[in-house]
């Protein structure tokens, strides 16, 4: 595809955003340049063309990078520009600049003079009819709903019609057609069918020279009736409809003098409709409040300009209070009473239109929810379009050219598209005039922000980083070694810079935006150019992020450009991003993977020999709680945890002696956790029910076998009462306590094990729905599946082979297949055993994986969020925990070590500081501690694809797109010294197809994405710095 080039005079561009600036559905572009002091926004006519450049400045003569977005929520993109030399960031903020198009004309009568719109037809398209003075006609035309008309059709009426109005008069759900006829003093009534055609006209007296016509519910009854001024003897008529398209005889009430038009309003909140009626003669307008029955009272007068004729109502200062404007003739004004809505009004404020205006009309062209009003200018052929403030003045008017002596004018949407149109009648054309309403767009007068002189700005981005539906705006300070973020406000303007720094001689370049962490809360990635390396700021959705680590990979050459975007269509933006490095000929697509560390948070002193630790909310505050067995003091401490890693003093309560392990349960169905304590001396379990306040009960004991030594937890007999089962170590026994409802237990029942139980875990091995146990034998190198029955009881033992002296057993899903495995320590072979499990009771041979010296007890978690179950092992002897990461196949990575107090010898998972990562805790039998280790998310980059974008070409930009509609994102990149633009068209699992070079004019320095014309095929634009141009490339 050959490109087409767009001139910028004497500007090089620099940098490319896309968006739909004017709102009209068709891509528009805006360009940064580096040498003169503007912006050009070039607008789309949705067929792959463009519109000359519209030129706004920034005070700067380097604008190196842009950003767009909807700064102030008023639905209209704004932009950001950064300004390099002036170290400032300017913001433009857009708004709909309206306009209407040249007129189009359409054939009426003779001597058109007032004209109404309604749907005649009920084909939900607004239809034209006007009334013809001089051949005693109307003429009605009927929409096509693109602005455009049918051919008159005309009917006949009385002599003269000088207006007409329109409204449902028979209650048929028809629109129908009301005309006062000036000469022969009637009004005419005529009865539409709902096809477009109507009845023959009906005739009704009025007063002598009716000049104005409106219909409405006068009296309250939901009937239409009709009020008539009559010019010529100083009243109005008020003419009450029957609901069937017949009418009562008039009453009249008295005006000021030569009364020439009517509107109808509630001015003084009384749900009653009332009428103000402009007096050409006296310079005044009437106000006369309705009764509601259909009669009013006498008039109260206000004094305007010279000679008023057109009246409207409105609520021109958002004050939801009435307020009334009326064009005066005399004085070519408009003057516009305010409102109190106790049917007083404030003295006129007037506003210039064109000469003699002799029709207005109010609306919103603008779409600010503001009134803004239309008036017809006589003399002047045009319309004058004045937009309000919404506090009751106006703009100056805007004049747009109609025919020859408009006399009268009304507002719609013609052509369905949103934006209120404007039909005039042309009294001597013999002709009605549709002009329709666009939306040009344009750009507010700028607002800079200014920073320190040495900041440098290179790279902005603009999103909503603190979940408070308002766009802010990063950007990186390459001089200072920082990146800058300034968050917005709902008026668009933005609070002071939050700066993070990037570290010494960083030299942040380059930055984009994606949730790399996968936490639903959006981070930063930035590309140093001083020390070769991506830093990543991770989000916590508050506008604050996590203070970085130095999380980047060190380059072979200097990173000049990142991006990130979805390139394995996996839904995430976690893990693609795509850099460009400064005089290479490829780009790289790297992958963040989360490495998970830990760090030592803090030690907590515990009692003497602490043998065991769990976790549990024990004060029902929604904080983890620490408990742990302290064997020597025959105790066990409780740290209630604050929820920020902190816990406070311990409370400790007794229990039997040598107590060596402890678990938590429901025993008593209170939903309050309970505690149970193995003590190994004196053969024994203690039993301590919570009162849910962090406190328990003392001790209730339960004999069990010889040197308990593990307990575990669960409904071995469905009664959904939670049991208990003991390893008994010297009796080559387990024990099975079943519950009672009230928190006691059974006398035990036991089953033979292999030499020395250590270790015991509950869980379902053959997916029977019934809980089945699974022991580690220290003496023996097994461990035994004793599968349950449902009701208490548990078949023979079935053993597997493990490591020497296997001292802990854990369960889980470790290659996700759904069925339950096996994790034991090894305590002398310094291993784990994995036996995946088959779902049928039955085992795989063990695979081992290496842990520190004598791993005692094992945890298990996804620590690094990849979906894996991992495991941390603490080992006994060299005074650390182990961290292995599962692959999910069974396998686990190499471990990493971190140290602890001495002697660890139990760990458990928890979240203790409510960042939604999981941490550990370890009591330390030697020192009598405790030690928290708390988790956080450490990035590293590994290279998954590199792609060459030719020799010596040095890519600077690139975008992001479905190029060839597959539904596989593809990437483009401008080269600036080979004069291309080349395209890899992706295969959605980051690996892509040679690349396609499109020829552009000199260095192409940026390059983004849209679809210009309309075709669902996504086009290039490029900047082509040397010669002053943009590119467009149309796609196949």
Same mark, same amino acid.
């Given at each position: 595809?050959?490109?087409?080039? !767009?001139?910028?005079?004497?500007?090089?561009?620099?940098?490319?955003?896309?968006?739909?600036?004017?709102?009209?559905?068709?891509?528009?572009?805006?360009?940064?340049?580096?040498?003169?002091?503007?912006?050009?926004?070039?607008?789309?006519?949705?067929?792959?063309?463009?519109?000359?450049?519209?030129?706004?400045?920034?005070?700067?003569?380097?604008?190196?990078?842009?950003?767009?977005?909807?700064?102030?929520?008023?639905?209209?993109?704004?932009?950001?520009?950064?300004?390099?030399?002036?170290?400032?960031?300017?913001?433009?903020?857009?708004?709909?600049?309206?306009?209407?198009?040249?007129?189009?004309? $359409?054939?009426?009568?003779?001597?058109?003079?007032?004209?109404?719109?309604?749907?005649?037809?009920?084909?939900?398209?607004?239809?034209?009819?006007?009334?013809?003075?001089?051949?005693?006609?109307?003429?009605?035309?009927?929409?096509?709903?693109?602005?455009?008309?049918?051919?008159?059709?005309?009917?006949?009426?009385?002599?003269? +019609?000088?207006?007409?109005?329109?409204?449902?008069?028979?209650?048929?759900?028809?629109?129908?057609?009301?005309?006062?006829?000036?000469?022969?003093?009637?009004?005419?009534?005529?009865?539409?069918?709902?096809?477009?055609?109507?009845?023959?006209?009906?005739?009704?007296?009025?007063?002598?020279?009716?000049?104005?016509?409106?219909?409405?519910?006068?009296?309250?009854?939901?009937?239409?009736?009709?009020?008539?001024?009559?010019?010529?003897?100083?009243?109005?008529?008020?003419?009450?409809?029957?609901?069937?398209?017949?009418?009562?005889?008039?009453?009249?009430?008295?005006?000021?003098? !030569?009364?020439?038009?009517?509107?109808?309003?509630?001015?003084?909140?009384?749900?009653?409709?009332?009428?103000?009626?402009?007096?050409? !003669?006296?310079?005044?307008?009437?106000?006369?409040?309705?009764?509601?029955?259909?009669?009013?009272?006498?008039?109260?007068?206000?004094?305007?300009?010279?000679?008023?004729?057109?009246? %409207?109502?409105?609520?021109?200062?958002?004050?939801?209070?009435?307020?009334?404007?009326? %064009?005066?003739?005399?004085?070519?004004?408009?003057?516009?009473?305010?409102?109190?809505?106790?049917?007083?009004?404030?003295?006129?404020?007037?506003?210039?239109?064109?000469?003699? +205006?002799?029709?207005?009309?109010?609306?919103?062209?603008?779409?600010?929810?503001?009134?803004?009003?239309?008036?017809?200018?006589?003399?002047?052929?045009?319309?004058?379009?004045?937009?309000?403030?919404?506090?009751?003045?106006?703009?100056?008017?805007?004049?747009?050219?109609?025919?020859?002596?408009?006399?009268?004018?009304?507002?719609?949407?013609?052509?369905?598209?949103?934006?209120?149109?404007?039909?005039?009648?042309?009294?001597?054309?013999?002709?009605?005039?549709?002009?329709?309403?666009?939306?040009?767009?344009?750009? /507010?007068?700028?607002?800079?922000?200014?920073?320190?002189?040495?900041?440098?700005?290179?790279?902005?981005?603009?999103?909503?980083?603190?979940?408070?539906?308002?766009?802010?705006?990063?950007?990186?300070?390459?001089?200072?070694?920082?990146?800058?973020?300034?968050?917005?406000?709902?008026?668009?303007?933005?609070?002071?810079?939050?700066?993070?720094?990037?570290?010494?001689?960083?030299?942040?370049?380059?930055? /984009?935006?994606?949730?790399?962490?996968?936490?639903?809360?959006?981070?930063?990635?930035?590309?140093?150019?001083?020390?070769?390396?991506?830093?990543?700021?991770?989000?916590?959705?508050?506008?604050?992020?996590?203070?970085?680590?130095?999380?980047?990979?060190?380059?072979?050459?200097?990173?000049?450009?990142?991006?990130?975007?979805?390139?394995?269509?996996?839904?995430?933006?976690?893990?693609?991003?795509?850099?460009? !490095?400064?005089?290479?000929?490829?780009?790289?697509?790297?992958?963040?993977?989360?490495?998970?560390?830990?760090?030592?948070?803090?030690?907590?002193?515990?009692?003497?020999?602490?043998?065991?630790?769990?976790?549990?909310?024990?004060?029902?505050?929604?904080?983890?709680?620490?408990?742990?067995?302290?064997?020597?003091?025959?105790?066990?401490?409780?740290?209630?945890?604050?929820?920020?890693?902190?816990?406070?003093?311990?409370?400790? $309560?007794?229990?039997?002696?040598?107590?060596?392990?402890?678990?938590?349960?429901?025993?008593?169905?209170?939903?309050?956790?309970?505690?149970?304590?193995?003590?190994?001396?004196?053969?024994?379990?203690?039993?301590?029910?919570?009162?849910?306040?962090?406190? #328990?009960?003392?001790?209730?004991?339960?004999?069990?076998?010889?040197?308990?030594?593990?307990?575990?937890?669960?409904?071995?007999?469905?009664?959904?009462?939670?049991?208990?089962?003991?390893?008994?170590?010297?009796?080559?026994?387990?024990?099975?306590?079943?519950?009672?409802?009230?928190?006691?237990?059974?006398?035990?029942?036991?089953?033979?094990?292999?030499?020395?139980?250590?270790?015991?875990?509950?869980?379902?091995?053959?997916?029977?729905?019934?809980?089945?146990?699974?022991?580690?034998?220290?003496?023996?190198?097994?461990?035994?599946?004793?599968?349950?029955?449902?009701?208490?009881?548990?078949?023979?033992?079935?053993?597997?082979?493990?490591?020497?002296?296997?001292?802990?057993?854990?369960?889980?899903?470790?290659?996700?297949?759904?069925?339950?495995?096996?994790?034991? %320590?090894?305590?002398?072979?310094?291993?784990?055993?994995?036996?995946?499990? $088959?779902?049928?009771?039955?085992?795989?041979?063990?695979?081992?994986?290496?842990?520190?010296?004598?791993?005692?007890?094992?945890?298990?978690?996804? #620590?690094?969020?990849?979906?894996?179950?991992?495991?941390?092992?603490?080992?006994?002897?060299?005074?650390?925990?182990?961290?292995?990461?599962?692959?999910?196949?069974?396998?686990?990575?190499?471990?990493?070590?971190?140290?602890?107090? /001495?002697?660890?010898?139990?760990?458990?998972?928890?979240?203790?500081?409510?960042?939604?990562?999981?941490?550990?805790?370890?009591?330390?039998?030697?020192?009598?501690?405790?030690?928290?280790?708390?988790?956080?998310?450490?990035?590293?980059?590994?290279?998954?694809?590199?792609?060459?974008?030719?020799?010596?070409?040095?890519?600077?930009?690139?975008?992001?797109?479905?190029?060839?509609?597959?539904?596989?994102?593809?990437?483009?990149?401008?080269?600036?010294?080979?004069?291309?633009?080349?395209? #890899?068209?992706?295969?959605?699992?980051?690996?892509?197809?040679?690349?396609?070079?499109?020829?552009?004019?000199?260095? +192409?320095?940026?390059?983004?994405?849209?679809?210009?014309?309309?075709?669902?095929?996504?086009?290039?634009?490029?900047?082509?710095?040397?010669?002053?141009?943009?590119?467009?490339?149309?796609?196949?």
């Amino acid at each position: 595809m050959n490109q087409t080039t !767009y001139s910028l005079g004497d500007a090089s561009p620099y940098a490319i955003g896309i968006g739909d600036f004017n709102k009209d559905k068709r891509m528009d572009f805006v360009v940064t340049t580096n040498s003169t002091n503007n912006i050009a926004v070039l607008f789309g006519y949705g067929n792959g063309s463009f519109a000359n450049p519209i030129l706004y400045s920034t005070g700067s003569s380097s604008s190196i990078f842009v950003g767009i977005g909807d700064l102030n929520k008023d639905d209209r993109l704004d932009i950001v520009v950064i300004n390099n030399d002036t170290s400032s960031i300017d913001i433009l903020l857009g708004y709909g600049k309206f306009s209407f198009k040249n007129q189009k004309t $359409y054939s009426t009568g003779s001597y058109p003079i007032s004209l109404a719109t309604g749907d005649f037809n009920n084909d939900s398209r607004w239809d034209i009819v006007v009334a013809n003075t001089n051949d005693n006609t109307i003429s009605v035309l009927l929409g096509y709903g693109n602005g455009s008309f049918a051919d008159q059709t005309k009917y006949s009426t009385g002599s003269y +019609p000088r207006s007409v109005a329109i409204g449902d008069l028979n209650n048929d759900t028809r629109w129908d057609i009301v005309v006062a006829n000036l000469n022969d003093n009637t009004i005419s009534v005529l009865l539409g069918y709902g096809n477009g055609s109507f009845a023959d006209q009906i005739k009704y007296s009025t007063g002598s020279y009716p000049t104005s016509v409106v219909v409405s519910d006068l009296n309250n009854d939901t009937l239409l009736d009709i009020v008539v001024v009559n010019s010529k003897d100083n009243t109005v008529s008020v003419i009450i409809g029957y609901g069937n398209g017949t009418f009562a005889d008039q009453k009249q009430y008295v005006t000021g003098a !030569y009364p020439q038009c009517i509107a109808v309003g509630d001015f003084n909140n009384d749900n009653r409709l009332d009428f103000a009626v402009s007096n050409s !003669y006296d310079n005044t307008v009437s106000v006369l409040l309705g009764y509601g029955n259909g009669s009013y009272a006498d008039q109260k007068k206000y004094v305007v300009g010279g000679y008023p004729q057109p009246i %409207a109502v409105g609520d021109f200062n958002n004050d939801t209070q009435l307020d009334i404007i009326v %064009a005066n003739a005399l004085d070519n004004t408009v003057s516009v009473l305010l409102g109190y809505g106790n049917s007083s009004f404030a003295r006129q404020r007037k506003f210039s239109t064109g000469v003699r +205006p002799s029709s207005i009309a109010v609306g919103d062209f603008n779409n600010d929810t503001r009134l803004d009003i239309v008036a017809v200018s006589v003399y002047g052929r045009n319309v004058s379009v004045l937009l309000g403030y919404g506090n009751g003045s106006f703009e100056k008017q805007t004049k747009y050219s109609t025919g020859t002596n408009p006399l009268y004018v009304v507002v719609g949407d013609f052509n369905n598209d949103t934006l209120l149109d404007i039909v005039v009648a042309n009294n001597f054309d013999g002709n009605i005039s549709v002009l329709l309403n666009y939306d040009t767009g344009a750009l /507010a007068h700028r607002i800079t922000f200014a920073f320190d002189n040495g900041s440098l700005l290179q790279s902005v981005a603009v999103f909503d980083f603190n979940n408070d539906s308002l766009l802010d705006i990063v950007f990186a300070n390459y001089g200072t070694n920082t990146i800058g973020i300034i968050l917005g406000s709902s008026n668009g303007t933005f609070g002071n810079q939050t700066m993070f720094s990037t570290g010494w001689n960083s030299r942040p370049y380059s930055i /984009a935006i994606g949730d790399f962490d996968k936490d639903d809360q959006m981070d930063i990635a930035v590309a140093n150019r001083g020390t070769k390396t991506i830093d990543l700021f991770l989000g916590n959705g508050k506008g604050a992020f996590n203070i970085q680590e130095n999380y980047g990979n060190g380059f072979n050459s200097t990173p000049l450009a990142i991006a990130a975007g979805d390139l394995n269509n996996d839904g995430y933006l976690e893990t693609p991003i795509v850099i460009a !490095y400064d005089g290479t000929d490829e780009i790289d697509v790297l992958v963040a993977h989360d490495t998970k560390s830990f760090r030592k948070q803090k030690t907590y002193a515990t009692g003497s020999r602490p043998s065991s630790v769990a976790t549990g909310d024990f004060n029902n505050d929604t904080l983890l709680d620490i408990v742990v067995v302290d064997m020597y003091d025959d105790d066990v401490s409780i740290l209630l945890g604050y929820g920020n890693a902190s816990f406070a003093h311990q409370s400790i $309560y007794s229990t039997g002696s040598g107590s060596i392990f402890v678990a938590v349960g429901d025993f008593n169905n209170d939903r309050v956790l309970d505690i149970i304590v193995a003590n190994t001396m004196n053969n024994t379990v203690s039993i301590l029910l919570g009162y849910g306040n962090g406190s #328990f009960l003392h001790q209730t004991t339960y004999s069990t076998g010889n040197r308990p030594t593990s307990v575990a937890v669960g409904d071995f007999n469905n009664d959904s009462l939670l049991d208990f089962v003991v390893a008994n170590f010297y009796d080559n026994t387990v024990g099975i306590f079943l519950g009672y409802v009230n928190g006691s237990f059974g006398s035990q029942t036991t089953y033979s094990t292999p030499p020395s139980p250590r270790s015991v875990a509950v869980d379902d091995f053959n997916n029977d729905k019934i809980l089945d146990i699974v022991v580690a034998n220290v003496y023996n190198n097994t461990v035994s599946v004793l599968l349950g029955y449902g009701n208490g009881s548990f078949a023979e033992q079935t053993t597997y082979s493990t490591g020497y002296h296997p001292e802990f057993v854990v369960v889980g899903d470790f290659n996700k297949d759904k069925l339950l495995d096996i994790v034991v %320590a090894n305590w002398q072979s310094n291993t784990v055993s994995v036996l995946l499990g $088959y779902g049928n009771s039955s085992f795989a041979k063990q695979l081992t994986s290496s842990t520190g010296a004598s791993p005692s007890s094992i945890g298990v978690a996804d #620590f690094n969020n990849d979906g894996q179950l991992d495991i941390a092992v603490t080992n006994s002897g060299d005074n650390t925990v182990t961290v292995l990461f599962g692959y999910g196949n069974g396998s686990f990575a190499n471990p990493i070590a971190y140290v602890t107090d /001495a002697f660890p010898n139990s760990v458990a998972v928890g979240d203790f500081n409510n960042d939604s990562r999981s941490d550990l805790v370890v009591s330390n039998l030697w020192s009598g501690t405790v030690v928290l280790l708390l988790g956080y998310r450490n990035y590293d980059f590994e290279k998954q694809t590199t792609l060459i974008t030719g020799n010596e070409s040095r890519p600077r930009s690139f975008a992001f797109g479905d190029f060839n509609n597959d539904s596989q994102i593809d990437i483009v990149v401008a080269n600036s010294d080979t004069n291309t633009v080349c395209i #890899f068209l992706g295969h959605g699992n980051y690996s892509f197809t040679d690349r396609i070079s499109l020829l552009t004019e000199s260095t +192409p320095i940026s390059v983004a994405t849209g679809d210009f014309n309309q075709d669902s095929i996504l086009d290039i634009v490029v900047a082509n710095y040397e010669t002053e141009n943009v590119g467009v490339f149309l796609g196949h």
